[in-house]
């Protein structure tokens, strides 16, 4: 999608100005059944697509993201953009200063499209949190395009976007590309710049695309991956550019299947993700199955730490420096209680309550500093595993995608959907999620291929070898722009 996009604008079949225009003109159509945009800024957009078209037409080079319309998640700061989390009690912020991933991009030329809709404060599997009400998936508006990230999965899966930006602190972006049929990568913790993401916890958030292709991943990954001093846990990208190798051979490289990873997987998922691992067999890779039993640990202690760093992560919402502020109170204390009585939604409320209990005098030892040990023994366990395996294959979610309401009326079922997801995190690894086949209703199921530390251009490689040798599973909706 990317590349193409470039070419057309190199070749000049079509004006970077007209590409926008045809993007704003379907999100226009498309947004109020999708409900994937929660602020669309088309002035901006058009201002820099005209930036764009005065180079090209100038005769100079543009590189490969310039002029490409794309999204950032809501939780993405962007400088005198709105940036609310989904939430009410960020109505009307306006950072001052921008992300480094968006800075990064914004330098290249992307063409921002708008801020996409998400769970609030990035809490949640369905995007149903949101204040703005939830996102359709491009494959049946019935059902939900997954969270948090479910807004730029169902702009960049309906086709009112052709990439785009999320965050994944428990499998943000891999479950809402799994559910949307399109690409996610989650990169290794400190490989992308968290500096300007609103944190939900700080040591399981990452930034990372939402694409069509594999191909568009790399392009995307590349572009954003570098040392960021604003980040005290930046590393940058170690090791060779991901698009130089994706395209590589990937016979005898060792593909490992965690018994774990399947159990209580449904029989659909399970037949597609076992009928992925028979194409990497076929295209001369080895499997090696073995057992993992430390990701029996990996939900409790993702809440655990998670609902931890998020409560004090989201003690800053007072209402006194930014944001929504109640409207009747007494005294400073009320103030502060009632703005965030009123202002976070009940999951948001759910999760500090979590987490300040686990963090309260007499449970701390009992439950976080437990939780914290167990950390270590899954990252043992990754490390381990990678002594027998380029790779490990696993199920993105045990499920394809749900019906819209679902998540609201059970939320601590929908916990469960993040089962396979949340070890990466734990860890501080790469994973990318593809898509590998659709149930017998049409909705797609996705794969995750889990890399060790650093490792976002092998994993690449293989799902690129993947999505060429199964094209079948990659297809487009009824939805949007097409080149």
Same mark, same amino acid.
């Given at each position: 999608m990317i590349k193409k996009i470039h070419d057309m604008l190199v070749s000049k079949e079509a004006s970077c100005t007209e590409l926008t225009e045809k993007y704003l003109t379907e999100i226009e159509n498309s947004n109020g059944e999708l409900n994937a945009y929660v602020n669309v800024t088309p002035d901006a957009a058009l201002a820099q697509a005209a930036k764009v078209d005065a180079k090209i037409a100038s005769g100079e080079e543009i590189g490969m993201l310039e002029g490409v319309p794309m999204t950032l998640k809501d939780n993405i700061s962007t400088k005198g953009i709105e940036t609310t989390c989904c939430s009410k009690i960020l109505t009307g912020?306006?950072?001052?200063? =921008? &992300?480094?991933?968006?800075?990064?991009?914004e330098?290249?030329? &992307? !063409?921002?499209?708008g801020k996409t809709n998400m769970d609030e404060f990035a809490m949640g599997s369905s995007s149903e949190t949101s204040y703005f009400g939830g996102s359709a998936n491009p494959f049946n508006t019935k059902h939900c395009a997954g969270g948090s990230s479910g807004g730029v999965a169902s702009a960049v899966g309906g086709d009112i976007a &052709?990439?785009?930006?999320?965050?994944?602190?428990? /499998?943000?972006?891999?479950? %809402?590309?799994?559910? +949307?049929?399109?690409?996610?990568?989650? %990169?290794?913790?400190?490989a992308v710049s968290r500096y300007g993401l609103i944190a939900y916890a700080s040591s399981l958030d990452q930034i990372g695309p939402i694409t069509k292709t594999v191909e568009d991943a790399?392009?995307?990954?590349?572009?954003?991956?570098?040392?960021? $001093?604003?980040? #005290?846990? #930046?590393?940058g990208r170690i090791g060779a550019m991901s698009f130089d190798t994706v395209n590589n051979d990937i016979k005898g490289m060792r593909v490992g299947i965690a018994r774990e990873y399947l159990d209580g997987v449904r029989d659909d998922v399970k037949e597609a993700v076992l009928g992925a691992v028979k194409v990497y067999e076929s295209l001369g890779a080895d499997v090696v199955y073995?057992?993992? $039993?430390?990701?029996?640990? &990996?939900? $409790? !202690?993702?809440?655990?730490i998670a609902c931890a760093e998020a409560s004090s992560n989201l003690g800053r919402y007072d209402g006194i420096r930014y944001g929504f502020k109640a409207e009747h109170y007494n005294g400073t204390h009320d103030m502060m209680c009632r703005t965030r009585s009123e202002g976070f939604g009940e999951e948001v409320k759910r999760r500090i309550l979590l987490g300040t209990y686990v963090l309260s005098a007499g449970y701390y030892d009992a439950y976080y500093k437990k939780a914290? =040990?167990?950390? /270590?023994?899954?990252?043992?366990?990754?490390?381990?595993?990678?002594? =027998? +395996?380029?790779?490990?294959?696993a199920p993105t979610v045990p499920m394809t995608a749900?019906?819209?309401?679902?998540?609201?009326s059970d939320p601590v079922e929908t916990y469960l959907t993040d089962i396979c997801t949340v070890p990466v995190n734990i860890a501080g690894l790469p994973a990318v999620s593809v898509p590998c086949g659709f149930n017998a209703n049409g909705m797609p199921i996705g794969m995750q291929l889990i890399g060790n530390k650093f490792t976002e251009?092998?994993?690449l490689n293989a799902a690129r070898a993947y999505e060429k040798a199964a094209p079948e599973n990659f297809k487009d909706t009824k939805w949007g722009v097409k080149l």
């Open positions: 912020y306006k950072p001052i200063y =921008n &992300a480094t991933v968006w800075e990064k991009l330098r290249d030329g &992307a !063409v921002l499209l &052709a990439y785009g930006l999320g965050s994944d602190t428990g /499998g943000s972006i891999r479950q %809402p590309a799994s559910f +949307c049929g399109i690409v996610g990568l989650k %990169p290794t913790y400190g790399a392009i995307v990954y590349d572009a954003i991956s570098d040392y960021d $001093p604003k980040d #005290s846990t #930046s590393q073995f057992d993992m $039993p430390a990701l029996k640990f &990996a939900l $409790p !202690v993702y809440y655990i914290q =040990n167990l950390r /270590g023994t899954i990252v043992k366990a990754f490390d381990d595993a990678f002594r =027998n +395996c380029d790779f490990i294959l749900f019906e819209m309401g679902h998540a609201v251009a092998k994993i």
